[in-house]
């Protein structure tokens, strides 16, 4: 089993609609989990923390559930510009981190 | 404010032939550096990672090297490329190794035919 994964897509999400999005990950110490913005053929990007309260923030909500051990990112209202590569990333204490496959997302108008 | 730049952008090298990707990070000091490959559809994978000057710790067993020469310089090399060193090569920093963020260099495309 992957330590960190995620359904590769691509979610084909129309203009203004709303899309959600799980990454599992087997290991029960992980700590600290992150979501990556990856747009074609360039360099990751942090896009948001992902703390144990879950978070917002503007149209992107986080959402963590330890006890199934997954992550959780959703889109509202989506732009084209929200068409991108999303990378799950976790780390146990004293890791490094581990990244996920991504989740290719695709608006369309 | 920080920033980091990997050279060259894309290369196309071939078999058998020698590899030399640089990084360099500007504006702090002392950063854990990173290099990541991601084969494509593939999550990045850790090859090396560096705590200071001389420092390189491997994580993958294979035909690359790092060396970290200067604080804030990065080198990942190879002396004969394989097919299967393709990929895409990201250098990254942190501030601390149980920092939160990672900021990417803009990749470096390693095409080996």
């Known amino acids: 089993r992957k330590e960190v994964e995620q359904d590769p897509g691509p979610f084909n999400v129309p203009e203004g609609a709303t899309v959600a999005f799980n990454c599992t990950y087997s290991n029960s110490a992980s700590q600290s989990f992150f979501w990556y913005r990856q747009d074609c053929r360039k360099e990751p990007k942090l896009l948001m923390s992902?703390?144990?309260s879950g978070n917002e923030d503007g149209r992107f909500t986080a959402q963590l559930n330890r006890a199934s051990q997954y992550i959780s990112l959703l889109i509202r209202d989506s732009k084209l510009s929200d068409s991108a590569t999303y990378l799950c990333v976790v780390r146990a204490a004293g890791n490094k981190l581990t990244f996920g496959g991504g989740t290719r997302v695709l608006v369309k108008p | 404010s920080q920033t980091i730049h990997q050279w060259p952008a894309t290369l196309v090298q071939p078999v058998g032939s020698p590899l030399s990707l640089e990084c360099t990070v500007e504006g702090t000091s002392n950063p854990n550096l990173y290099w990541y490959r991601q084969a494509a559809g593939r999550g990045l994978q850790l090859l090396f990672y560096s705590v200071g000057i001389g420092q390189i710790s491997s994580e993958v067993p294979q035909n690359l090297s790092a060396s970290r020469p200067q604080d804030r310089q990065f080198i990942l090399s190879s002396k004969k490329l394989l097919l299967s060193d393709s990929g895409f090569y990201l250098c990254?920093?942190?501030?601390?190794?149980?920092?939160?963020?990672?900021?990417f260099g803009e990749g470096s495309r390693l095409t080996v035919l």
């Open positions: 992902v703390y144990s």
């Open positions: 990254a920093w942190s501030v601390g190794f149980d920092g939160g963020e990672l900021f």
